[in-house]
């Protein structure tokens, strides 16, 4: 589903995020990116959502090579992938509500489909209190809870998640992990980049990254 082949990024010319990496991710594969602070997971993510382009080396997502895509075909990719940023992304003047629905809406799902599916995912996360709060009024752990929600509310096919459990408190992070992997078990492909180890990496691929590089390419740990 995802294949890099000696991709480097490369910011203001000096700036090596990640350097020659090779790897593939495949369909039901659960994955973590593993390193330390500055190692280049959230730049590897990018590029695996297509919103980064590599400076060398080629990307492929669906077995399609990013490098000759469209904006439009890009847009296409994204509707089959979940992504949850590290700083959240939300838009803060808008409901709770308003952020999960987003991607229904884009995707023209009927109305009562939405309020449905919106109301049982955010009761899933415990937001059910908070629909109609604005999201700059919510906690850190709740932003985060929201921005999972927004990104698997359209059941993608791929769940790339930037250190989603950063934010929250031990039972919730426990809670949420053990959710990424009932949905990898009902088939989605999920990579989540985390500085710390996890239970979950034993059922994983493990990729390490150290400054920019691949040190330990997705042995299974
Ligand atoms: N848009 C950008 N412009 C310039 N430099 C960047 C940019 N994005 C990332 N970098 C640099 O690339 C390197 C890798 O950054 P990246 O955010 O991928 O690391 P990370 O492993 O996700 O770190 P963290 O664990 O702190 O989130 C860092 O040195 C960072 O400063
Ligand atoms: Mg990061």
Redesign the pocket.
């Known amino acids: 589903m995802i294949r890099f082949e000696n991709v480097t990024k490369i910011?203001?010319d000096t700036?090596y995020?990640v350097r020659d990496i090779t790897l593939s991710i495949e369909k039901g594969d659960l994955c973590f990116i593993v390193?330390?602070?500055?190692?280049?997971?959230?730049?590897?993510l990018k590029l695996m959502f297509g919103m980064e382009r590599p400076s060398r080396g080629t990307v492929s997502l669906f077995d399609r090579r990013t490098d000759g895509l469209d904006a439009s075909s890009i847009q296409a990719i994204r509707r089959h992938t979940g992504f949850v940023f590290?700083d959240y992304r939300l838009i803060d003047d808008w409901t709770v509500y308003n952020n999960a629905a987003i991607m229904l809406e884009i995707l023209g799902k009927p109305a009562v489909y939405i309020r449905g599916r919106v109301w049982r995912m955010l009761k899933w996360v415990g937001l059910q209190h908070k629909v109609y709060e604005r999201a700059r009024n919510l906690s850190g752990g709740e932003r985060q809870r929201l921005a999972l929600v927004r990104a698997i509310i359209h059941d993608p096919d791929i769940l790339i998640a930037?250190?989603p459990v950063g934010s929250l408190d031990e039972p919730m992070a426990r809670y949420m992990m053990n959710m990424f992997l009932k949905l990898n078990r009902k088939g989605t492909t999920i990579v989540i980049?985390s500085?710390r180890q996890d239970t979950l990496m034993e059922y994983a691929k493990v990729f390490r990254?150290e400054h920019?590089c691949l040190v330990e390419p997705g042995s299974d740990a």
């Open positions: 910011y203001h700036v995020a390193g330390p602070s500055g190692a280049g997971k959230t730049t590897l590290q930037d250190e980049a500085h990254m920019g």
